[in-house]
């Protein structure tokens, strides 16, 4: 079992909807929690980053960590086709943690707003 | 500034041949990361660097892959006696110290071994 799972979708939307993209995982010890967008035939980039449990809002982009739950979310409001792009969630682990400063992510989920 | 350039953005090459990938990070970065992209797969992650050290080789898939780091910047991954399986996206990434959540990745190279 991978240490991060996500559905890889596709998932198709139309403009405006609200978009939601989750993540699970197993290990315990990850403490910092991103979400990545990549675009066709690019590097990915960093979109959001929460550390430890709750929420954070950027603008249309909210992400979600459950600790508890191992299970961690981005909702995207008012999707535009300019959204339209692989996502990817990573985490990391404490100081200390054999996974610390390693990125692991997850699979990606492709998601395509249409006008 | 420049960005994490990577190259060359594409190369083909075939089974059993040797090839070379190259990161050039965001200056004064001083921790590097390669991370590999299979089709339908996450990102992979092979290996890192602080400063010209690679603590932790244990990422890299086989003994025919290997790193290095010179002079604190660029990095070059080497594969030796490519395979069909090594067919992937080679994406570097860099950070400005080791542990430092927020990793700028390269545009990445498109290796497919035939």
Redesign the interface.
Known sequence: QKE?E?D?GPLSVPEGAIVSLNCTYSNSAFQ?F?W?RQYS??????LM?TYSSGNKEDGRFTAQVDKSSKYISLFIRDSQPSDSATY?C?M?AR?GGTS?????????TILTVHP | GAG?SQSPSNKVTEKGKDVELRCDPISGHT?L?W?RQSL??????LI?FQGNSAPDKS?LPSDRFSAERTGGSVSTLTIQRTQQEDSAVY?C?SSLR??T????????T?LTVT
């Open positions: 991060v996500q890889p910092y991103m990545y035939r690019k590097g990915p980039e960093l980053y990817l990573a990391s100081a610390y400063g390693k990125l692991t992510f997850g699979q990606g | 994490v921790a990361y991370y339908g797969q996450g990102l992979e992650f890192y990422g994406l990434a080791f542990g959540y927020e990793q700028y990745f390269g545009p990445g498109r």
